[in-house]
């Protein structure tokens, strides 16, 4: 998918419409338009990027900061508000839908319908040793 078939892409150029809540040089806020609770926004970055592999470090930043704001500024908002989850879906195997990078922040509150199942047993040292080793080699072969 080019840029110009993005709806992210769209509603950075205003070609489809949003509820922006901010707007910089290098990142966009808008409403989820399916929140999973009332105040679901996502940053983005302005710049078309597919995900992790592609995203510009520093617009990366840009985007973290506007979502660690927004994150403040849902607990002031006066929308319902107990908690907060900043979540990213790299990989369609990671659940992304759309592949235009984007950062979720929502409120959380006790009751809401946001689960997430994993299997969050306790490892073994030596397979979390491992793992680091394993993640020790990939960024040794990151190009940066
Ligand atoms: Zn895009």
Known sequence: MGDSECVFCAIVHRGAAASIIHEDDTALAFMDHR?????HLLVI?????????????????QVWLVAHRLGRALRRSGLRCEGVNLFLADGEAAFQEVFHVHLHVFP?????????????????RGELDRSAEALRLGMSRLDC
């Open 35 to 39: 929140p999973v609770t009332p105040g």
């Open 108 to 124: 959380r509150f006790t009751g809401d319908s946001f689960r997430l199942d994993a299997d969050w047993r306790l490892r073994d």
């Open 45 to 61: 970055p302005k710049a078309h990027a597919v995900g992790l592999e592609d995203l510009d470090e520093r617009a990366g930043a």
